[in-house]
């Protein structure tokens, strides 16, 4: 009878932790939000700054685009440098109200684009901007060369095809995006006309301290775990790795991979 009261406790209490991550996972999602997450999660940061990056190559510029600005957050970090003609897109349809309502105070435009969608022409007139942004969003080089002004800058940090590489093996999942290096944007960029200013790649820890905290996330980003996830289709795999990890007061840990291309649009 004890040895049945115990495997009676253990699956009660799967079960009130399956009822826990079902919430979290149902949460709704708003742009980039992380808030709900947050002292559950933390990741390394790059040696570089994005913001500082991008404060860089808005001094002067008159006119800015910011590609998937997904709930606008990042940009408006960046509001004091942002010249009056701002534009941002979105491609996600989620995201879309949450950016107009967000930077519609700041005067800027949001403009549905997806960039991943068949037709990637981009809709602005050749040579519209003096600045891009881009932070974690796919683009076409050219496209990109297209909307710039002759001396104009592109800023993208991208997320490397291999992070979070460890889902894929815990999960099932095929790398979808493993074309998404460095290397290849770079001579893609390169290919097109652009003039390479900067460059670099790194390589982090991010760490859950509980499953709910690792389910949240994937809600945001789900293109880090398969299509048919739930956290009950992967129950065992979720219960596998609270039992091996947090349980014990380990944090279930992935690799993430950054890296960011600063090119120029030549004068001439």
């Not at 209490?13 to 947050?38: C, H, M, Y």
Request: hydrophobic residues 40%; negative net charge.
């Amino acid at each position: 009878m004890w040895c049945n009261r115990a495997v009676t406790s253990t699956n009660d209490n799967n079960g009130e932790l399956l009822k826990t991550w079902r919430a979290e996972a149902e949460l709704p999602v708003q742009g980039w939000d992380f808030s709900s997450i947050a002292g559950r999660h933390s990741e390394d940061r790059p040696p570089w700054s994005y913001d500082e990056l991008a404060r860089e190559v808005l001094a002067g510029a008159s006119s800015v685009l910011d590609m998937g600005t997904g709930g606008g957050e990042k940009l408006i970090e960046l509001i004091t440098a942002l010249p009056a003609d701002t534009i941002a897109t979105e491609g996600w349809a989620p995201n879309l109200p949450l950016a107009a309502r967000n930077l519609r105070p700041h005067g800027i435009d949001v403009v549905e684009y997806d960039a991943e969608a068949a037709d990637t022409t981009m809709p602005f007139a050749d040579r519209r901007f003096d600045v891009v942004l881009n932070r974690h969003e796919a683009y076409r080089a050219d496209e990109v060369l297209r909307i710039l002004r002759p001396g104009g800058m592109f800023l993208t940090q991208q997320v490397d095809g291999r992070d979070f590489e460890e889902s894929n093996t815990l999960f099932r999942k095929a790398q979808d995006h493993l074309q998404i290096t460095l290397d290849k944007l770079r001579a893609e960029a390169e290919d097109v006309g652009f003039e390479i200013v900067g460059a670099e790649e790194w390589q982090g820890q991010a760490r859950f301290a509980d499953i709910g905290a690792m389910v949240r996330y994937f809600a945001i980003v789900p293109w880090e775990v398969p299509h048919d996830f739930t956290v009950d289709a992967y129950a065992d795999v979720l219960l596998g790795l609270h039992h091996s990890g947090p349980a014990k007061g380990q944090p279930v840990t992935f690799t993430i991979r950054r890296f960011y291309l600063l090119a120029r649009r030549p004068r001439s």
